[in-house]
């Protein structure tokens, strides 16, 4: 019984992470029309975010200590990040140890500034112009963003560990423990989800950007300055992403391809709920989430063997084959 | 044969991860790579020249040819690293590949090697299968196996954890996940552990937990990840932030153990590694005098010191240009002879053998440990023991490298 | 720049009172294909002006180089609605500036209720009649209020591109045939409504196939053949002239 | 001839002449010249020019006449290479039952996995192809070892039955793959002074498929059933009233389009008898959208020069490291030679994906309609500057 | 007995019953008109006879056979053609392509492919698209693409596409919207001549009185979904209550 709650915990974990990315995409994929391969990058950038943070805040200065040698017998070099020798150790070490949840902080400009150039610069010359060709301009971006992060950072992982006080396990229903950062990040996930509805729900700007999308022109003969509008829609799908990066680096560490990892992912995502419908992208989101962890638990893998690696495809191609347009989506878009 | 040097330069091939998760890796492998041609042609200080046991090598290059060398980018698969490694046959002339960092890569291009018969000395390989199973009489491995890591391994992991242990196996589901978990299993086993159970998790997962969370209620007491890179990397820190080090299972200390270490890997898995057991091929800090000097040479050069991936291509080259000097001839049939059965010491593992049957080398094995508090950045690893040659070697017909032939070395057109 | 520019020699000198909207030499383009070749003529205040044409002439080439569409591109020539200088503007500033169109294939938005379509013109300013009124005008649209637009039936659809441009304060509203496929009995009600609003005061350009109909209505009529003004008079001067209607109207 | 107009014929003899010299074509530079890096004239590139320009003549079947976007291809070409290489562990290592069999096989998959993605159209059923493609791809890799050899590929051993060949030579090697006899790996080399040409037999026979599989691609845009495929992608609604059922259309170019990919797998397995899982994965199909996408959807010859142009990336320039720049601007004064090192190398070596994402963003911005449209823009500008002095006025017509 | 028999077709949408018992049958050989108020349900019906729609409720037999149940290109290759509101082209094409795949559908039939002929080697078939590009006064405009043709051509486009399948029954929703006074003209002609010389039968929703009362022979007036008269074009001009409803006082043909 454990066993199905904790499975279900991690579906929905997962899930929210699923939901999330899938909820940028489908922002910017169902409501703008573009198909975004760059949509991963974005995400990808977002967890690195916090990783330049950490390494801003961790600056560091140099002394030699001559009592140490390194691995070539020379002085040892000892650091201490100025955080530290202007804050005083404590509140240093503090500043630092919170880095992640500080980079939501300095990720939203710039996710936001980076949509905004991304939109303006590059995507905007692409409403228009069919979806393949939308797909080779940010697959090539993807691309370019994913090369510039791996030359400054390698392609190793790195870690962005959460705050201590949130990185251990925490008690969530007697007996049950879970990790504490995981149920931050559902907590989290569900606040942006909630916040991006709210926002689309009661402003008029949600059916703006649905009605230019279906009819750029009109929309500007009734003096609505869409690109505006599609400019910003933009930015905030660009920001979940990140944001979505950013609280995702803790449970497992940045790499420059982990956007690649769940792009594909999170197409089927957004296809499975439905092109053009947010609840949908959410749902299937935490339906695929909880699916795959079930698969995952070892009673099924001996009966089937292999369905961990295909149950999200599996589960993809019978709910579009059963409801044509995924769980919730609208007529006519993009089909 | 195949490329035969004409001129008065001879051309390797250096067919190394570029892009992908093991870009790293592959960018260390080409930093040894350029340091042992540099080495070769008399340049720097000579690094292990100085410590090789053979001393025909004398830094003119091999057999007075300058050496040139060509690169490429494997991406970790096994249809691009033939690509790259048939445009520098095909094109460059090279007569030696030499890199990579994954089993499917090697064997793969292992093959390709005795197809166009040129010489393979593969890099950074552990699965079984490239000396088992899918050996060729072309290729060459000095890196260590899964079976050395189990049979390294399993002494220690008696000595620190006891002999009544319940083990929880989570294996990536390919080729070299199941031969170290084959590997791991038998040698812990024959011990005296019990494996409770193995759960196959998909390459591309990048999110353990559904397969974590069931480990805290299966009984186990050790949880073994069969992972090696991302993989790892994620998955033990997922196993971390489960609190399963924290735990207490059948009234003992809940245990991981990773079979495969490696230092960029550790790097990337941070605070996480820290008291982790595994196995590694070679390590910086150790302090024979050929392991001295080559972390010297490497480390003045690039101002760091070497991965173990890089160790195992320097060693690798160094061989090669030995065995052709010491069959005065660039022909793959005759270096193959001059490499099989070859001893050599001074290479940083302690006296080695290139077995003649199989082509693998079998020299000392290190079993290390995450280090508690380290001094540095690089400084993340600690020996805990050197298993000698004699424990880790197995005969050649064992069952877990059965069904293979080597065949007759190719010399190609 | 905001000087009207002297039309005097160029348009049409019997006319006094000051132009409304003055298009003066316009050269369009799709692309490579130019259509609509050098046209200027002039719209008074509170007037309905007829521009008819046949098939391909280039009318609604010439109402959608007003309204500032992307496309055609406008790449010589000036056009001024009430002092302001729309060829510097954009669709959606030609539109705040105060231009309507009704475009010809309606151009009802998908996904969008009735309701939403007519909401949708009341979200950027100026904002003209009230939804009810509106509904008030076209009762079967305040049926149909929360039906999908696109699915409404063509006479309907027609009704709702109109009510949508009448839910903005619109000084000029371009009309692209607004009466096709709609019943008799509708067409005489839409053409009450346009004399209702003409006697407010709106100023119309309607293009239309059924030619003797606008021209009933119009006060004046410029007649395109491509993509050039081959006649620019009054409206009576048209169903008066039988050859002129022969040859560029056929009727 | 060959049944085809004027204009036709015209490219597929340019085609046939550039494939049939292409070994000069390609190796402009002399052996020993700096510039030989950028020569590409060695069999195994030039194989893989045609083979994928193969694979993506067969994608634009469907995707540049139907519109549908499939990314689940590369199955067709795992598949295809899967099929031939068990064909040369059990038959012989003659290519010509290997390359039947991985078309028959291939087409067959394809009819099944086109028959139910094609009930969806538009991101639904690229999202259904991806979904069956990355399913085969994790089975191949893990769960089929037995068939597919999973991560390491399937390859020939010495051990394999070969029932109408020969399970090793008598030098104790793997047999080579050859047609009658004649062996793919065979190559004569011509030496003219400083240049040396390689000619393949390989290469050869990929050139001739290649070559018959374009002409059939002709014949296929100027047929009957290649407009209706055009109408398809322009008019769902008006096809059906018009009393044509756009499903078995689409089905059949669906089909088509893997029997070139399981061709292509074929060949890819012919010239290397090694068949791994990747090649199923999903970012191989995006390599053949990409490839079709960068050359011109929908025309005859532009996915051809997309995938030569992304195989010529990945093989050329990630093979250039610095110490090739070096060897370059050696001339230069040193701190220009370091600069131009320092600037060129994010573009090369390791950096070579980052060359083709710029190069994509660059030609899709650019050139919509892909290399072919660049190739036409070249045109027109030398017809137009005739024309200019011909008739100045020709600028500005009418529409009509 | 008529070629094509409407019985009791009813069909709601939701809460709105845009067709309720719908009786209705044309006679081979003749031009019946159907006209009424906007949202009368015309198109609904029409879509109902295609199989765009399925009916709720009754049955349409054409020929003898229903119709009902079959997809659109089936009903298509029974011989029923039709025009659409809003024109349906391949916008993609050009205007001479549209033509040929009428032609080769009817020839074909909906499964027959041709993969290996070029279409230039059609040569009857492009004779013949030609010829009735000819007709329709779109000779000039063979190599335009259709996307970019103005849109009183696109219908004409449309209406010669369905012409030349020489359908037994050609529906035609409301074909000259939008079209100039001349060209509506030469459709009217158009259309009478095929209708003398060939076996053709029409079912026209049309506004343009002229064109109504130039081509029916029948009129059946639909309002509120049912049919509120049938009868010949003269009677129909005259009846009180298709004045009150539809033509309203200005009227004229
Ligand atoms: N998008 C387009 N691209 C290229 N040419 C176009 C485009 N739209 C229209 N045209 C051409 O421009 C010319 C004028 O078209 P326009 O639509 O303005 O005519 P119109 O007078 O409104 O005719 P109609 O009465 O049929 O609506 C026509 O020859 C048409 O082919
Ligand atoms: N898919 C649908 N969903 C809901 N209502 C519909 C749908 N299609 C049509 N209707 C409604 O059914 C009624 C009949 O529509 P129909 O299109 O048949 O009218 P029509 O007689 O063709 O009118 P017009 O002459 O204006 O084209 C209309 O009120 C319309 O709003
Ligand atoms: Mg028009
Ligand atoms: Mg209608």
Known sequence: ?335 | ?413 | ?251 | ?400 | MGILEVKDVSKRFGGLKALSDVNLSVAQNTCHAIIGPNGAGKSTLLNCLVGKLIPDTGSVMFDGQSVLGRSPHEINQMGISRVFQTPEIFGDLSVFENMMIPLFARRDGAYRMHAYESVASEKELVSRALQMLEDVNMADKRHMHAASMSRGDKRRLEMAMCLIQEPKLLLLDEPTAGMARADTNNTIDLLRQIKDSRDITIAIIEHDMHVVFSLADRITVLAQGTPLVEDVPERIKGHPKVKEAYLGETAHA
């Open chain 1, 1 to 335: 019984m454990d066993a199905i709650l904790l499975q279900i915990f991690n579906g929905l974990d997962k899930g929210s992470a699923y939901a999330l990315i899938a909820l940028g995409l489908t922002l910017i994929f169902g409501t703008l029309g573009v198909v975004n391969f760059a949509h991963g990058a974005l995400f990808m950038i977002g967890a690195f975010c916090s990783v330049t943070l950490q390494r801003l805040l961790t600056l560091s200065h140099e002394t030699l200590d001559p009592t140490k040698l390194d691995f070539l017998g020379n002085p040892s070099k000892i650091k201490t990040p100025y955080i530290v020798e202007w804050f005083g150790a404590d509140a240093g070490n503090t500043i630092i140890d919170w880095s992640v949840p500080l980079a939501i902080l300095f990720a939203i400009p710039i996710m936001l500034a980076i949509g905004y150039v991304m939109e303006r610069g590059l995507i905007k010359h692409f409403y228009k112009r069919p979806h393949a060709d939308q797909i080779l301009v940010t697959f090539g971006l993807a691309i370019v963003l994913q090369e510039l992060v791996k030359h400054y950072y390698g392609a190793n992982p790195i870690q962005t560990p959460a705050p201590d006080a949130l990185s251990g396990v925490m008690q969530i229903l007697p007996g049950v423990v879970y990790p504490a950062w995981r149920v931050v990040y559902f907590c989290f996930s569900l606040a942006i989800i909630g916040g991006v509805f709210a926002f689309l729900q009661f402003t008029t700007f949600g059916m703006v950007v649905r009605a230019g999308m279906a009819d750029r022109e009109t929309v500007g003969l009734l003096g609505i300055d869409i690109d505006r509008r599609f400019t910003l829609m933009f930015g905030i799908a660009a920001s979940v992403a990140g944001l979505a990066g950013v609280m995702y680096g803790p449970i497992n560490a940045p790499n420059y391809h982990m956007g690649m990892d769940f792009l594909v992912l999170s197409f089927v995502v957004v296809v499975v709920g439905g092109m053009g419908s947010l609840p949908g992208a959410v749902l299937a989101g935490f339906l695929l989430g909880i699916l795959e962890s079930f698969a995952s638990m070892r009673e099924i893998i001996t009966l089937i063997p292999g369905i961990n690696q295909i149950i999200i495809y599996l589960v993809a191609i019978v709910i579009l084959l059963v409801r044509p347009r995924g769980l919730m989506g609208r007529k006519g878009v993009m089909e």
């Open chain 4, 1 to 400: 001839m060959f049944g085809l107009e004027k204009k036709d014929l015209n490219l597929l003899i340019i085609v046939a002449l550039l494939t049939m010299l292409a070994p000069f074509i390609l190796n402009p530079f002399p052996t020993d010249s700096a510039l030989a890096q950028f020569n590409a004239g060695y069999p195994d590139l030039m194989q893989r020019f045609v083979i994928y320009g193969i694979f993506a003549i067969g994608f634009n079947i469907l995707f540049g006449l139907t519109g549908y976007l499939s990314f689940g291809h590369a199955a067709f070409l795992g598949v295809g290479s899967y099929s031939a290489v068990w064909m040369f562990k059990l038959l012989s290592m003659n290519v010509l039952p290997a390359l039947v069999l991985s078309v028959i096989i291939a087409g067959a998959f394809s009819w099944l996995i086109g028959f139910i993605s094609l009930r969806r159209t538009g991101i639904y059923f690229s999202i259904l192809t991806l979904a069956f493609a990355q399913m085969s791809f994790a089975l191949a890799y893990s769960v089929l070892t037995p068939i597919t050899n999973g991560e390491t590929g399937l390859q020939i051993t010495l051990d394999d039955p070969r029932i109408l060949g020969m399970s090793a030579t008598a030098d104790g090697s793997i047999p080579v793959t050859n047609i009658f006899g004649l062996e793919m790996r065979a190559a004569t080399d011509l030496v003219i002074g400083p240049w040396s040409f390689t000619f393949s037999v390989g290469y050869y026979l990929c050139a001739l498929v290649m070559l018959v599989a374009f002409y059939l691609s002709i014949r296929i845009f100027r047929s009957p059933f290649g407009m209706m495929l055009r109408a398809i992608k322009s008019n769902q609604t008006r096809m059906n009233y018009t009393g044509l059922n756009p499903k078995p259309y689409t089905l059949a170019a669906f089909v088509i389009s893997g029997m070139y990919a399981g061709l292509a797998g074929g060949l890819l397995a012919c010239m290397d008898p090694l068949a791994g899982a990747e090649r199923m994965q999903w970012t191989a199909s995006g390599e053949v959208v990409l490839m079709t996408i960068l050359g011109g959807a929908g025309t005859l010859i532009g996915p051809v020069l997309g995938a030569g142009m992304i195989k010529y990336f990945e093989n050329i320039f990630s093979k250039i490291n610095e110490a090739t720049l070096h060897s370059w601007f050696d001339v230069l004064p040193d701190p220009m030679e370091n600069g131009l090192v320092w600037v060129l190398e994010h573009f090369v070596g390791a950096g070579w994906h980052l060359t083709l994402g710029v190069i994509f963003m660059l030609v899709v911005t650019f050139l919509p309609g892909g290399l072919v449209e660049g190739g036409q823009r070249i045109g027109r500008l030398f017809n137009r500057t005739k024309a200019a002095k011909d008739d100045e006025s020709a600028a500005t017509k009418p529409a009509e």
């Open chain 3, 1 to 251: 720049m905001n000087v009207r520019p002297d039309f005097s020699k160029h348009a049409n000198q019997a006319e006094t009172a000051p132009a409304f909207l003055s298009v003066w030499d316009m050269h369009s383009y799709y692309g490579e294909s130019y259509i609509v070749q050098g046209i200027s003529f002039n719209v008074h205040e509170g007037e309905i002006l007829a521009l008819l044409g046949r098939n391909g002439a280039g009318k609604t080439t010439t109402l959608r180089s007003i309204a500032r569409l992307d496309d055609p591109q406008v790449n010589k020539g000036e056009i001024w609605l009430d002092h302001q200088p729309l060829h510097l503007m954009r669709s959606h500033q030609a539109a705040v500036a105060g231009l309507g169109l009704v475009p010809e294939d309606r151009r009802i938005i998908p996904g969008l209720t009735v309701e939403e379509n007519l909401q949708l013109a009341q979200i950027a300013p100026p904002i003209g009649w009230s939804i009810d009124r509106l509904y008030e005008l076209f009762p079967r649209l305040g049926e149909r209020r929360s039906q999908e637009g696109v699915t409404l039936s063509g006479g309907e659809q027609q009704m709702l591109a109109i009510a949508r441009a009448l839910a903005r304060d619109i000084k000029v509203l371009l009309l692209d045939e607004p009466y096709e496929g709609l019943a008799p009995v509708i067409v005489d009600e839409i053409e009450k409504t346009l004399r209702h609003i003409k006697e407010q005061g709106m100023t119309t350009v309607i293009v239309e196939q059924n030619a003797v109909r606008a021209l009933q209505l119009a006060d004046r009529a410029v007649i395109l053949d491509t993509g050039s003004i081959v006649f620019d008079g009054s409206a009576a001067e048209v169903l008066e002239n039988e050859s002129l209607r022969a040859e560029y109207l056929a009727i």
């Open chain 2, 1 to 413: 044969f195949t490329n035969e040097p004409t001129g008065n330069t001879v051309t390797l091939g250096f067919n190394v991860p570029q892009s992908g998760p093991y870009a790293d890796e592959g960018a260390d492998e080409l930093r040894a790579y350029e340091l042992a041609v540099e080495h070769l042609n008399g340049g720097g200080d000579g690094g292990m020249l100085n410590t090789f046991s053979s001393k025909v090598l004398d830094g003119t290059g091999i057999l007075g040819k300058k050496v040139e060398y060509v690169t490429g980018d494997t991406q970790t698969k096994s249809d691009a690293a033939r690509a790259s490694a048939q445009s520098m046959i095909q094109k460059d002339g090279a007569i030696m590949i030499t890199g990579g960092s994954s089993s499917g890569v090697a064997v793969a291009v292992q093959g390709l090697c005795q197809e166009a018969g040129v010489i393979f000395m593969a890099g950074l390989t552990h699965s079984n299968d490239t000396t088992g199973k899918d050996k060729k009489a072309n290729g060459f491995r000095h890196f260590f196996n899964a079976y050395m890591s189990a049979a390294a391994l399993a002494p220690v992991l008696k000595n620190l954890y006891g002999d009544d242990r319940k083990a929880y196996h989570l294996t990536a589901d390919y080729t070299w996940g199941w031969t170290q978990q084959e590997s791991i299993a038998a040698a812990t086993e024959a011990m005296g552990w019990e494996t409770v159970n193995n759960v196959l998790t998909p390459l591309a997962q990048t999110d353990f937990s559904s397969y974590i969370a069931p480990v805290l209620d299966s009984g186990a007491d050790v949880l073994v990840l069969n992972h090696y890179g991302g993989n790892m990397v994620n998955s033990l820190t997922n196993a971390v932030q489960f609190g399963l080090r924290n735990k207490q299972v059948n009234g003992k200390n809940f245990e991981i153990v990773v079979p495969l270490f490696s230092r960029l890997m550790a790097r990337g898995a941070g605070e996480n590694i820290k008291g982790i057991v595994g196995s590694t091929n070679w390590h910086w800090s150790l302090q024979d005098e050929g392991s001295k000097a080559f972390v010297k040479s490497f480390g003045t050069k690039y101002g760091f010191p070497p991965s173990q991936a890089a160790h195992t291509c320097y060693v690798q080259t160094l061989l090669y240009a030995d065995a052709v000097t010491r069959a005065k001839s660039f022909n793959p049939c005759d270096v193959v002879a001059a490499l099989e059965g070859f001893e050599f010491d001074g290479m940083g593992n302690g006296p080695t053998l290139y077995r003649a049957e199989d082509h693998q080398c079998f020299k000392d094995v290190l079993v290390v440990k995450g280090k508690e508090n380290p001094t540095s950045e690089f400084d993340l690893l600690e020996v805990v023991e050197v298993t000698p040659a004699a424990q880790v070697t197995y005969p050649a017909d064992h069952p877990m490298f059965a069904g293979g032939n080597l065949g007759t070395c190719n010399p190609g057109a």
